[in-house]
């Protein structure tokens, strides 16, 4: 055997043998996950009668001319038959199929049924995608809150070298963990109206078999019923702008127990918050208390569309640093467009989730910050009196 034939032969050899090391595989799940709800469980079976199905065809289709080329090959003497339309065939190969879609459409028209089926939901939650957040709202608790992305920025963006130059390992749950996650009960149906604030987003729960568009303008409708107490992750499935892959979301099931604790919990915190406001409209910060503050919270809500430079990414997110809005502009416009948002543009209104002290601080932040040296001072009052309801 020459030596090229011989490498060849090694090749070949070590490529079969490390597709069926245990070590290849151990690392890649190559099959559709079941899920932990009866829905997701009928997903993956109507996925495993597919590829059997699929599979079928193909050893029959594959066997079938392997086997003709092997015994009716022309080196043996076949001659292949001279024949024009045939009734059993043309019948069998339109027969065929048909049943075969029909064996798969019923299962199918049934999962898809099941999948549509709001009836007799017993909690009904809002969801609504940002740029780049999802806002929830339980209907009948008063109870709303946005859920983040809580991977530190210097993490994901390999600041000093954090998961490179010094070799440390990145979160066993890196960028799929959230501030506050999104809480239902177990056995408890739980219905879902999605809808989206700017563009068209997508909330993607895998163990769920929940993926529904979040289009603005639209609400579209989705369920689940979780058997088991756990936290589930997922996130946003659609491109929905330069910071999509840091839309995570995070689903905590509670027994019903530790459910309507949690809820008298927000309860409580909602309150307390109400008095936290209150009690800012007669409070005043000074200059150093507004800019740790306002720093604090630009980092978090601000920096990925303004950079931490206040550069900014033009066009799309202009500059703070020198721009009118944040030196020569009136304060009260600068609050209004902190609050509400601007139509027409990627900014969105942080009315409500933040508070009017941390408003304040934002946007004493941004008129003094990167050389800007307004010298305004925003307290909670300012922000209450431009229309900060």
Same mark, same amino acid.
């Given at each position: 055997?020459?030596?090229?034939?011989?490498?060849?032969?090694?090749?070949?050899?070590?490529?079969?043998? *490390?597709?069926?090391?245990?070590?290849?595989?151990?690392?890649?799940?190559?099959?559709?996950?079941?899920?932990?709800?009866?829905?997701?469980?009928? !997903?993956?079976?109507?996925?495993?009668?597919?590829?059997?199905?699929?599979?079928?065809?193909?050893?029959?289709?594959?066997?079938?001319?392997?086997?003709?080329? $092997?015994? +009716?090959?022309?080196?043996?003497?076949?001659?292949? $038959?001279?024949?024009?339309?045939?009734?059993?065939?043309?019948?069998?190969?339109?027969?065929?199929? =048909?049943? =075969?879609? =029909?064996?798969? $459409? &019923?299962?199918?028209?049934?999962?898809?049924?099941?999948?549509?089926?709001?009836?007799?939901?017993?909690?009904?939650?809002?969801?609504?995608?940002?740029?780049?957040?999802? +806002?929830?709202?339980?209907?009948?608790?008063?109870?709303?809150?946005?859920?983040?992305?809580?991977?530190?920025?210097?993490?994901?963006?390999?600041?000093?070298?954090?998961?490179?130059?010094?070799?440390?390992?990145?979160?066993?749950?890196?960028?799929?963990? &959230?501030?506050?996650?999104? !809480? =239902?009960?177990?056995?408890?149906?739980?219905?879902?109206?999605?809808?989206?604030?700017?563009?068209?987003?997508?909330?993607?729960?895998?163990?769920?078999?929940?993926?529904?568009?979040?289009?603005?303008?639209?609400?579209?409708?989705?369920?689940?019923?979780?058997?088991?107490?756990?936290?589930?992750?997922?996130?946003?499935?659609?491109?929905?702008?330069?910071?999509?892959?840091?839309?995570?979301?995070?689903?905590?099931?509670?027994?019903?127990?530790?459910?309507?604790?949690?809820?008298?919990?927000?309860? $409580?915190?909602?309150?307390?918050?109400?008095?936290?406001?209150?009690?800012?409209?007669?409070?005043?910060?000074?200059?150093?208390?507004?800019?740790?503050?306002?720093?604090?919270?630009?980092?978090?809500?601000?920096?990925?569309?303004?950079?931490?430079?206040?550069?900014?990414?033009?066009?799309?997110?202009?500059?703070?640093?020198?721009?009118?809005?944040?030196?020569?502009?009136? !304060?009260?416009? +600068?609050?209004?467009? !902190?609050?509400?948002?601007?139509?027409?543009?990627?900014?969105?209104?942080?009315?409500?989730?933040?508070?009017?002290?941390?408003?304040?601080?934002?946007?004493?932040?941004?008129?003094?910050?990167?050389?800007?040296?307004? *010298?305004?001072?925003?307290?909670?009052?300012?922000?209450?009196?431009?229309?900060?309801?």
């Amino acid at each position: 055997m020459s030596r090229g034939n011989q490498g060849w032969l090694m090749g070949g050899w070590l490529f079969f043998t *490390g597709l069926l090391s245990s070590s290849a595989w151990a690392d890649t799940q190559l099959n559709l996950t079941k899920g932990v709800t009866a829905v997701s469980r009928e !997903v993956y079976d109507l996925h495993m009668l597919a590829l059997y199905i699929c599979t079928a065809i193909g050893v029959v289709v594959f066997g079938a001319m392997f086997w003709s080329m $092997a015994f +009716h090959r022309k080196s043996k003497g076949a001659k292949a $038959a001279d024949f024009h339309e045939s009734t059993k065939v043309e019948i069998l190969w339109t027969a065929i199929p =048909i049943v =075969i879609l =029909i064996a798969m $459409a &019923v299962p199918a028209t049934s999962t898809l049924i099941d999948m549509e089926n709001n009836d007799n939901s017993e909690v009904t939650i809002q969801i609504t995608g940002s740029q780049w957040k999802w +806002h929830y709202k339980y209907f009948d608790q008063g109870i709303e809150y946005y859920s983040v992305l809580s991977t530190p920025r210097e993490e994901y963006e390999n600041q000093n070298g954090s998961f490179s130059g010094n070799g440390n390992a990145k979160n066993e749950n890196y960028l799929l963990e &959230v501030d506050k996650p999104l !809480v =239902i009960p177990a056995n408890k149906k739980v219905r879902f109206l999605i809808t989206s604030d700017d563009v068209i987003h997508s909330w993607w729960v895998p163990a769920f078999a929940v993926k529904q568009d979040a289009n603005p303008g639209f609400i579209n409708e989705a369920w689940t019923n979780v058997d088991e107490p756990g936290v589930y992750r997922g996130q946003c499935a659609e491109l929905c702008g330069k910071d999509h892959g840091f839309m995570p979301i995070v689903v905590e099931v509670k027994s019903s127990d530790d459910y309507d604790a949690w809820l008298n919990e927000q309860h $409580a915190m909602t309150a307390k918050a109400a008095d936290a406001e209150k009690e800012s409209l007669s409070a005043s910060m000074n200059k150093d208390e507004l800019m740790q503050l306002g720093e604090t919270t630009y980092m978090a809500y601000c920096a990925a569309c303004h950079q931490p430079t206040g550069l900014g990414l033009p066009p799309a997110f202009p500059a703070l640093k020198g721009s009118p809005v944040a030196t020569t502009g009136s !304060v009260a416009e +600068h609050i209004d467009i !902190v609050f509400n948002g601007r139509a027409g543009t990627g900014m969105q209104g942080y009315g409500k989730q933040l508070s009017l002290k941390e408003i304040a601080a934002v946007v004493t932040y941004e008129r003094n910050a990167w050389g800007n040296d307004t *010298g305004d001072l925003v307290q909670s009052s300012d922000v209450k009196a431009a229309g900060g309801e």
